[in-house]
């Protein structure tokens, strides 16, 4: 019991007092393990344990995946699916909130980053909405929730991340079911969006263009057609996650410099940049591996599952428990490390009930997407505020009802398994 005190004091004060979440993780762990080895060893067994959790295959995806999404957001393709997107959507009473929404699914599903997507997003679609005359604060509060969409539409790295936490879930089955699910969260913000374009009385845009649909249609295809070369690869078999991200790199390459959007001397700054995201994400998953191991070695896993069941034997009463557990952690705990941490916990819990692994996958995942979008920590959050050149006290009332939408899709998927499922059980 000292052991497990150890661990969650430090981490907690550790993070309280701003200290970055992976060092928070891995002081954490290395004190703990000092309380039951000698110094000597307890630096050893950490240093061991974080070089052996990036040591996996499919890590290698989530580097290049983060490379293809800088790629994309510099490579022009991101014009190119709001422009889309408005000839879709722009007629329509306050048509430039479904843009951002609809813009932010596809442009985060195919760079599987929030951060890109928000930054992309703002950054176009801000000035044009308050341009119009659209509240800041409405814009960019439907700008940070749409933009974590594309962390539950595939290809998405936090899908990977799981599949590695928890055991080897299939990578494919967690990209199909994320589907029905991330568009259900997108039709969610923007059923919100229609309430308050109604009550503001917004008027109608220009009517759609035929003609204009369909060039900004074939514009954007071979932009939306990643997904197809990537989901469809991968379903089919023809290669794997980590093959299809090294495919999704030359395709962006290739289709950057089509464009003429992306020149050879550009590519310095992507891959500085893409480096530094890399160096964050993969540091976050090193230490939280090591958190992993401690927590097993302490049997924490074991202790957390004997007590969820003693409180009751329910299926829902315990989903709804680890929900809430998740969205607190949420709130103050990066997405990656939440997952690699709580995985090992909670997946044993619910596998014993009979949830299936890519189920609790995707539940986790959306769960943890509403803390991206929370304060204090919520790096969507304060990339969202910061390009719309805003507060986070003047954005969170108008997130609140997003934040709403979001919660009752996550229940929705939490308590109907096939929302996820069936496409997964399709494509058996």
């Not at 997507?117 to 000035?127: F, N, Q, R, W, Y």
């Not at 997904?227 to 289709?255: D, H, K, R």
């Not at 997130?399 to 929705?412: D, E």
Request: with cysteine; glycine share 8%; hydrophobic share 60%.
């Amino acid at each position: 019991m000292s052991e497990v005190l150890i661990l969650v004091l430090s981490f907690i004060i550790l993070l309280s007092i701003g200290v970055p979440v992976a060092w928070s993780i891995g002081i954490s762990c290395i004190l703990t393990i000092l309380a039951s080895i000698d110094s000597l060893a307890a630096f050893t067994t950490v240093a061991q344990r974080m070089a052996t959790g990036l040591d996996s295959f499919s890590l290698l995806a989530i580097p290049l995946f983060i490379l293809a999404g800088q790629i994309m957001n510099q490579g022009g393709i991101a014009n190119r699916l709001i422009a889309f997107a408005k000839a879709l959507m722009g007629a329509l009473p306050g048509g430039l909130i479904y843009v951002n929404v609809v813009a932010a699914m596809l442009f985060g599903a195919i760079a599987g980053s929030a951060v890109a997507a928000t930054s992309a997003m703002g950054g176009i679609l801000g000035p044009a909405m308050e341009k119009e005359g659209y509240s800041k604060q409405f814009g960019a509060a439907v700008n940070i929730t749409a933009s974590t969409t594309g962390l539950v539409i595939p290809p998405s790295n936090v899908l990977i991340v799981y599949s590695l936490a928890s055991g080897g879930v299939s990578i494919a089955s967690l990209f199909l079911a994320g589907y029905l699910p991330g568009i259900l969260m997108g039709l969610a913000l923007m059923l919100v969006a229609a309430v308050w374009i109604k009550k503001k009385k917004y008027p109608a845009g220009a009517p759609a263009n035929l003609k204009n649909i369909l060039v900004t249609f074939l514009q954007a295809l071979p932009s939306l057609l990643l997904l197809v070369v990537v989901i469809g690869g991968i379903v089919s078999g023809i290669f794997t996650a980590t093959e299809a991200s090294g495919i999704a790199v030359l395709y962006c390459l290739i289709l950057s410099f089509i464009n003429k959007e992306l020149k050879i001397s550009d590519l310095h700054s992507v891959f500085l940049s893409s480096v530094g995201t890399t160096a964050i994400v993969m540091l976050l998953i090193a230490t939280s591996m090591s958190m992993s191991w401690v927590m097993s070695y302490e049997n924490i896993p074991q202790a957390v599952s004997d007590a969820l069941l003693s409180l009751s034997d329910n299926i829902f009463v315990i989903l709804l428990i680890i929900n809430l557990l998740l969205l607190f952690v949420g709130t103050f705990m990066d997405m990656t490390p939440a997952v690699l941490i709580f995985t090992p916990i909670f997946l044993p819990v619910v596998t014993e009930l009979g949830v299936d692994p890519v189920h609790f996958g995707i539940m986790m995942v959306m769960n943890l997407c509403v803390g991206l979008c929370s304060p204090p920590v919520g790096s969507v959050l304060f990339i969202g505020v910061s390009v719309a050149k805003t507060s986070i006290q003047k954005v969170i009332k108008p997130l609140l009802p997003l934040y709403v939408a979001m919660f009752i899709v996550l229940m929705l998927v939490t308590f109907i398994p096939e929302i996820s499922l069936w496409l997964p059980r399709l494509f058996e």
